[in-house]
């Protein structure tokens, strides 16, 4: 064989060997079994005028009606706002109150307006089965109104429904437990690493879990608003602090703070760091520009190797609305 030829094989499996030593030492990241746990997305509640109600031109005097269509867009449940923070029910309760519809922009005795409703459908979250997607539940909302009296020829009027109503978010994360913290072996054997950022998913909602990244001593946790509207918090057990309008709603003290209401590694709850919350009880984070992060310590040396779920449930109120204008004209 001619001499050349030789040495270019040979070239060839010296850098196979040293790629195969590559692939052998580079530790396996942790996974969850599976990679579609939920549906996703970011929303929650929506809510959105239907076709020509309100109309965009009434005259004045003229009877007419605000329709809007709410409709559960992500995986959460709503909450029945009388028994806050009781167990999440998955099926309609008698006399629940799930949200509260309100109008806003307008006033409305001049429009003969009730100012909020009360939500009281159960509407069911959006659900996965097998490759098929079902819809959540949706109901309609009607304010009955009658256009006021107004000076000159026109007036335009800006128009804002808005709904406040309880949800929660879940998330899951597959991370490491292992008998050595500080060892990571290149021999290609073990099962995960553990430390880095871990995969993690997030079912349907506004708020939700970005990131997981698990650390020797426990884990650290992001969490963003990608709604459209944003969190606040209310008093736990106590559902009469649950602002029915949008103006009850304290901005220094309520308005983008988000609940921890449980972090569970396995089937062990976790105690995490942000310090209780004696106003509004639990543990509450303050999102700055939409996003907060929290540690939770962990015991993650254990006997044995292997791979386990961390699951973060998060519970807050949540504001969504619908814009639009309607023009009054005179009738004279």
């Known amino acids: 064989m001619d001499k050349r030829i030789r040495t270019i094989i040979f070239v060839l499996f010296i850098a196979l060997i040293v790629a195969s030593s590559g692939c052998l030492g580079k530790p396996k990241e942790s996974k969850l079994p599976s990679d579609a746990a939920f549906v996703g997305g970011t929303s929650g509640v929506g809510i959105e005028f239907l076709p020509d109600q309100p109309p965009s031109v009434v005259f004045a005097s003229q009877p007419f009606q605000i329709s809007v269509k709410v409709e559960n867009k992500g995986e959460g449940y709503l909450r029945d706002l009388r028994t806050l923070p009781s167990t999440i029910s998955t099926t309609p309760t008698a006399d629940a109150v799930y949200g509260y519809v309100s109008i806003a922009g307008v006033d409305p005795a001049r429009f003969g307006l009730q100012e909020v409703q009360e939500l009281r459908d159960f509407l069911t979250p959006v659900t996965k089965i097998g490759a098929d997607l079902i819809p959540g539940g949706q109901t309609q909302l009607v304010f009955p109104a009658t256009a006021p009296s107004i000076t000159g020829a026109a007036a335009t009027f800006p128009l804002q429904v808005i709904i406040l109503y309880s949800y929660t978010s879940e998330a899951v994360a597959g991370v490491c437990l292992k008998e050595n913290l500080y060892q990571q072996t290149l021999s290609g054997t073990e099962i995960c690493k553990l430390t880095g950022t871990k995969p993690v998913e997030s079912a349907g909602a506004p708020v939700k879990v970005t990131s997981v990244d ?6 650290n946790i992001r969490i963003k608003n990608t709604g459209g509207g944003y969190p606040f918090i209310f008093r736990a ?12 709603i304290d901005r220094f003290n309520q308005r983008d703070r988000v609940r921890i209401a449980s972090v569970i ?9 942000p310090p209780d919350d004696p106003v509004h009880g639990g543990k509450s984070l303050f999102l700055v520009n939409n996003e907060a992060s929290f540690f939770c310590p962990a015991t993650l040396g254990v006997g044995r190797e292997f791979v386990d779920q961390l699951t973060i449930n998060l519970e807050y109120g949540y504001v969504e609305r619908a814009v639009t204008e309607i023009e009054v004209q005179s009738i004279f």
């Open 237 to 248: 057990g106590d559902p009469s602090t649950f602002p029915q309008t949008e103006g009850k």
């Open 265 to 273: 590694l396995g089937e062990t709850e976790l105690r995490c760091s």
């Open 214 to 219: 698990e650390l020797p001593t426990g884990f």
